[in-house]
């Protein structure tokens, strides 16, 4: 059954500005994970993040992780129109089933 | 560019054809995965082989049957399919046992299926 559910479903902003996706999850995770998906390609791994961990960085992406209100946050600083895409979190849970899960997705437009 | 390959790009067939997606990973990867995904909804886990095993079926109807006759291939036979089965259908692989579920998840770029 389905796990993350991402928010905003959309977001559109300008070059330079940040960008902020929300996943919020149901039950208890072992970790969640972030992708991206460009129009008419496969999801690309982005990055982990741990139950015991708070935040990661790569680049320019902040993961946030919030156990106790069973979210977690993507920030996209400086954005380039090169960052449009959809962007999924998936979450493995602690038991059950052991597979990722996906949501639906928030589809960010960054205009030039 | 991906580890893992999907053939073909797009399908077009009728409701009584038969026809076999293909995915080939490139990364010594144990364990691959089929997903579907349809419009504004979230992706949904066909199938999963583990080291050639399936290791999950998540209720999908019996016109759709995979086969991993090794660890690098995973082919999704279609027959008897319906309009609504129209999808991009995703092959994905991983390094580890899913039971662990640490490792990412590497996708192929998709089969876009249109059935008419």
């Known amino acids: 059954s389905q796990q993350g559910e991402e928010d905003p479903q959309a977001l559109s902003i300008q070059e330079g500005e940040n960008a902020t996706m929300n996943c919020s999850y149901k039950t208890s995770i072992n970790n969640l994970q972030w992708y991206r998906q460009n129009s008419g390609r496969g999801l690309v791994h982005l990055i982990l993040i741990r139950s015991n961990e708070r935040e990661k960085h790569s680049g320019r992406l902040r993961v946030t992780l919030d156990t106790s209100k069973k979210s977690s946050s993507l920030l996209i600083t400086a954005s380039r129109a090169a960052d449009t895409a959809s962007y999924f979190c998936?979450?493995?849970?602690?038991?059950?089933?052991?597979?990722?899960?996906f949501g639906r997705g928030t589809s960010l437009i960054v205009h030039p | 560019e991906t580890g893992v390959t999907q053939t073909p790009r797009h399908l077009v067939m009728g409701m009584t054809n038969k026809k076999s997606l293909k995915c080939e990973q490139h990364?010594?990867?144990?364990?691959m995965y089929w997903y579907k995904q349809s419009a504004k909804k979230p992706l949904e886990l066909m199938f999963v082989y583990s080291l050639e095993e399936r290791v999950e079926n998540n209720s999908v109807p019996s016109r759709f049957s995979p086969e991993c006759p090794n660890s690098s291939h995973l082919f999704l036979h279609l027959h008897t399919l319906q309009p609504e089965d129209s999808a991009l259908y995703l092959c994905?692989?991983?390094?580890?046992?899913?039971?662990?579920?640490?490792?990412?998840?590497?996708f192929g770029n998709g089969t876009r299926l249109t059935v008419t």
């Open positions: 998936a979450t493995k849970g602690t038991g059950g089933s052991y597979i990722p899960t």
């Open positions: 994905a692989s991983s390094q580890d046992n899913p039971g662990l579920g640490y490792s990412p998840l590497h």
């Open positions: 990364l010594g990867h144990n364990a």
